[in-house]
């Protein structure tokens, strides 16, 4: 022991305890950074709706007042609601069977009918209400002119100006996000469970419902409630078809606050305080669903090949069904586009004489409108830089917090989901109070825009990255350590080219929907510094009806690069089969 | 190539002391095993000298360079440790080939070039898998991924290599084979390791010494054959091997030896200084210490049991008896064939060396 205790040791010099200096200060730098997105904003909003104008520091409690003796609040509320339950109720009802169609039986094209499941990653909301907007004018929308001519019939077949037309345009752009969790949640469950059910006595029918969508109960719930929380938060649909029609809802009613002469900045931020409060209760539900979601233990890692139902005749009518939403929802409206980008005026028969392609010559030169190309620029700039912003922030958030535990790892995983439950009109009328005075004074630029769509769009960044992160073991890193690399030296040469994939997707996701923001966009916009979103609605309202289509064409077309560019990213960038 | 020493190692989980106080010499060349169940803190204790995680308490020295210490607050980062380590799951890199992930090591180091193509070349001839440098990981089996893994850890010369259960993702076979491989490449590169597994069969194969772990502390350290003959304690006895345990209690006590009274037999063993006459003691006998027979043998054989067969059952190759006595049950071992069937009667006795006192 004595010698032992003589012997001479060597004590390493510059070593830190605990070790990693780099890596903490880059950890504390993302959750600073993610704090200062998300709840600088939110604080501002809050501090907004007690102060009668925007640069007098003074509390008051006026702008509540006003707000909830308001003539507008009852109707605002009844509205909103009825849409809002409306839409999740008819969405589920619509996604669930399509999901099974798709994850469960034998019928033909699943193909085509999953494409279901990209339609709102490819048409915008917006899309969509213009296009029903023009398909279904009391007077002079298609399908009613289309049934006066054919049945000689005074009466609009459907007025889209209506609350029946808004919950309609409202159901088919959201009913894809209870298929996509649903269909993921049915493929993926264990076939043992039905098997099970089958060996017992059950026919096919009964395992349907006695099993397999008990068992995707927690996708469905999850699902229809992320459709509530859109349908609250979504601007355009309620800006093109409700407000026409004199029905007003939260976002658009928080609209008009601002646009009034003068702006009502703190009634629009006390109107918001709401929202924001039934959003967030509503986004809690939904994680206790998802948290429960594990005690069912259906989706393993393991990839499953699920027992397909012969549905004999029936899988026409499946086909049908199918059909028919991918009608309503994405061919009409496109071929609405497609027609007006080269049509003369709205409304003539198609015929030669009838086409031209002066339209589309203004539009790409730019004679059209200065608006036009402006707005391209715009976006593209700032749906390039936010990705790219968003994509690093959301990398390290994933990072610290798939391989982090304790507090800071709860508060990373809460930080970049609670922009989930802002709707972009609260996010707007936050980021309009805290950027319009130092020390960052930002409104009127560019900035302000960016900075939205950054926070806005995080948790899709996350969401992505993370998918990818949790398949790579940290044994990975471990020994890169161990052969000797530092912590950014492991991260940039083993973590970073094997989340490429996740990353590329990530980015490619928020691209696309900053491309199409509008809901905090069109609170924040100033004269030039318009975005395309923003540019297809002020279009819109002057009626142009070839550039708009042309607009939104553009849009689309630049979307579908952008997700053709990322399977091709992703087939190439892995010859080794990684994932 | 260089040793290591570890004094007094303590992690606590919230309340939970996962490692307790552990002190341990390895020495240099020298192949350790740290054996336990899970939970037991093995791999607590190898992530702590991998430098994966921080000390409560103690300290660890490589050579003469102490890389954690909890006194000194001293905490090297794992890359700066020169260690080698092969993971569980492998931990390749799937996007690299087979020669990157054994070359990533030796470029940190400043090895580049023509001597770093020399080094990769002769660790893949160390594991026989010359053929495959271009290869990606995925395009491997995975007793050819565990050798790519070995490799990597120990391409670069560390001064420790690090075993973290590397055996266990292999299927039955392969895991055989493996230990033997694992055990020469040891032997070959002769780098100081420690090893981790819970599996005993791969302890006992692999190792110079075994430290058995429970509890986050360590029971007995010993070569594997001192560990399976004299075990220190039950646990020890009960982990490695199968053994027949029963509560016996001593009736006497020589220079010579001791008799334990088991039930209705009285054992003969050998004397232990610690258990006094009429004391209780733990008794264990390995099911292939027993003779037996269905004849009753010659008077004065030692330590003889007349029991009743409850169950017989083939192993392939041997058979496993199960007998019941006054006071005890055991499992008899036996090579070749022995006609009995339950309710037989059977005579089986064994040598009083084997039979062996337990501590309580």
Same mark, same amino acid.
């Given at each position: ?33 993610? !704090? ?79 494409? =279901? ?19 279904? !004018? ?14 000689? %019939? ?7 100006? $209506? ?21 993921? %949640? ?44 859109? *349908? ?10 409700? *407000? +026409?029609?004199?029905?007003? #809802? ?21 109107? $918001?305080? +709401? ?54 929802? %994405? ?10 980008? =080269?049509?003369?005026? !709205? ?12 339209? =589309? ?17 715009? *976006? ?10 968003? =994509? ?14 304790? @507090? ?9 989901? #609670? ?17 319009? @005075? ?27 990255? !993370? *998918? ?79 550039? #708009? ?26 010859? %080794?089969?990684?994932? | ?35 336990? /169940? ?39 980062? /794992? ?31 400043? &090895? ?53 259960? /590397? ?119 390995? /099911? ?16 003889? &049991? ?25 499992? &008899? ?28």
């Amino acid at each position: 022991m004595i010698s032992k205790a003589l012997r001479r040791r060597v004590i390493p010099s510059g070593v830190a305890f605990p070790a990693f200096q780099s890596q903490s200060l880059i950890r504390v730098a993302t959750i600073l950074i993610l !704090s200062v997105l998300v709840l600088y904003p939110l604080f501002w909003m809050l501090v907004g709706s007690f102060q009668p104008t925007p640069m007098r520091m003074e509390f008051s409690l006026r702008a509540y007042e006003r707000v909830f003796t308001s003539r507008y609040l009852p109707e605002v509320l009844w509205n909103t609601g009825v849409m809002t339950v409306a839409t999740t109720f008819f969405a589920t009802l619509l996604g669930v069977p399509l999901a099974w169609i798709v994850a469960r039986t034998d019928t033909p094209f699943k193909l085509l009918i999953n494409l =279901v499941a990209m339609i709102p990653f490819i048409t915008p909301p917006m899309l969509g209400a213009i296009a029903w907007a023009y398909l279904g !004018s009391p007077n002079s929308g298609f399908i009613n002119v289309a049934w006066s001519g054919l049945t000689g %019939a005074e009466e609009a077949l459907f007025n889209v100006y $209506s609350m029946t037309g808004l919950i309609v345009v409202m159901t088919l752009y959201l009913t894809p996000y209870v298929f996509l969790f649903t269909s993921i %949640a049915m493929q993926n469950m264990d076939p043992t469970l039905e098997n099970a059910a089958a060996i017992t006595g059950a026919g096919p029918l009964r395992t349907t419902f006695t099993i397999t969508v008990p068992l995707a109960m927690p996708a469905i719930l999850s699902g229809a409630i992320l459709v509530f929380i859109q *349908s609250l938060e979504i601007f355009a649909i309620p800006a093109a078809i409700g *407000s +026409p029609g004199g029905i007003y #809802v939260f976002v658009t009613q928080i609209y008009q606050l601002l646009l009034g002469v003068p702006p009502r900045f703190s009634d629009a931020a006390a109107l $918001s305080l +709401p929202l924001l409060l039934i959003c967030a209760l509503a986004l809690w539900l939904q994680l206790k669903i998802i948290g429960k979601d594990k005690s069912y233990t259906t989706v393993s890692g393991k990839t499953f090949r699920p027992k397909l139902i012969t549905l004999g005749k029936w899988r026409y009518a499946a086909l049908a069904y199918a059909g028919l939403y991918l009608i309503l929802a %994405a061919v009409l409206p496109y071929l609405v586009f497609i027609y007006g980008s =080269v049509i003369r005026s !709205s409304g003539l028969p198609i015929t030669l004489d009838n086409l031209t392609l002066d339209y =589309v010559i203004r539009f790409f030169t730019g004679e059209a409108n200065p608006l036009i190309w402006r707005s391209i620029r715009n *976006s593209l700039v700032l749906s390039l830089g936010g990705a790219t912003i968003a =994509v690093i922030l959301a990398a390290l958030c994933s990072y610290y917090s798939s391989r982090g535990k304790g @507090r800071s790892k709860a508060y990373l995983d809460f930080i970049s989901l #609670v922009p989930i439950a802002i709707p972009g009109a609260v996010i707007a009328i936050g980021l309009l109070w805290a950027y319009i @005075r130092p020390p960052f004074q930002l409104y009127g630029t560019l900035w302000i825009l960016l900075i939205a769509y950054t926070t806005r769009y995080i948790p899709f960044g996350v969401k992505a990255v !993370s *998918s990818s992160i949790i398949q790579i073991s940290p044994d990975l890193e471990k020994a890169a350590h161990i052969c000797g690399a530092g912590w950014i030296r492991g991260f940039v040469t083993v973590l970073v080219p094997l989340l490429l994939p996740g990353l590329f997707a990530g980015w490619v996701l928020m691209f696309v929907s900053m491309m199409r923001e509008l809901s905090a966009s069109i609170m924040l916009y100033s004269s030039g510094r318009e975005t395309m979103a923003v540019a297809l609605y002020l279009l819109w309202d002057e009626a142009s009806f070839q550039y #708009v289509s042309l607009m939104a064409l553009t849009l689309v077309a630049i979307s579908l690069i952008c997700i053709g560019l990322m399977r091709l990213v992703v087939k190439a960038g892995n010859p %080794a089969g990684v994932h | 190539m260089k040793n290591v020493e570890i004094n007094g190692l303590t992690k606590f989980y919230g309340d939970v002391k996962a490692v307790d106080d552990i002190y341990l010499r390895v020495n240099q060349g020298e192949m350790i095993t740290l054996l336990g /169940p899970s939970g037991c803190g093995k791999s607590t204790t190898l992530n702590m000298i991998a430098g994966f995680e921080t000390l409560d308490a103690g300290e660890i020295y490589v050579g003469d360079n102490v890389i954690s210490s909890h006194t000194l607050s001293v905490m090297l980062p /794992p890359h700066k440790r020169n260690l080698g380590m092969v993971f569980q799951s492998y931990g390749l890199w799937p996007h690299m080939t087979v020669a990157q992930n054994i070359g990533y090591g030796l470029k940190l180091r400043g &090895i580049r070039g023509a001597k770093a193509k020399e080094r990769i070349a002769d660790a893949l001839r160390l594991v026989r898998l010359e053929p495959y440098a271009n290869r990606y990981p995925s395009q491997l089996s995975g007793g050819q991924q565990q050798r790519v893994s070995f490799a990597r850890a120990v391409v670069y010369n560390p001064d420790v290599l690090l075993l973290d259960e /590397p055996l266990s993702n292999l299927d039955a076979t392969l895991r055989e084979e493996m230990r033997f491989e694992l055990k020469e490449l040891q032997e070959k590169t002769g780098l100081t390791t420690i090893f981790v597994t819970h599996d005993q069969m791969e302890a006992m194969v692999m190792s110079d010494r075994i430290v058995v772990m429970q509890a986050g502390k360590i029971v007995q350290i010993g070569e594997p054959r001192d560990i399976y003959e004299s075990p220190a304690n039950r646990f020890v006895a009960s982990f490695i091997g199968v053994t027949n345990f029963a509560e016996g209690e001593v009736l006497s006590r020589s220079d010579s030896g001791m008799r334990v009274a088991l039930g209705g037999a009285v054992l003969a063993c050998a004397a232990r200084p610690d258990i006094a006459v009429g004391e209780k003691a733990l008794v264990s006998i390995r /099911p292939q210490d027993w003779s037996a027979d269905t004849v009753q043998p010659e008077a004065g054989t030692p330590n003889l &049991i007349e029991s009743r067969v409850e169950k017989v059952v083939y192993l392939g190759g041997s058979y496993e008896i199960w007998t019941v006595t006054a006071g005890a049950r055991f499992r &008899i071992h036996r090579y070749g064939e022995l006609s009995v069937s339950p309710g037989d009667t059977l005579y089986h006795w064994v040598a009083p060396e084997r039979v062996r006192i337990i501590p309580n």
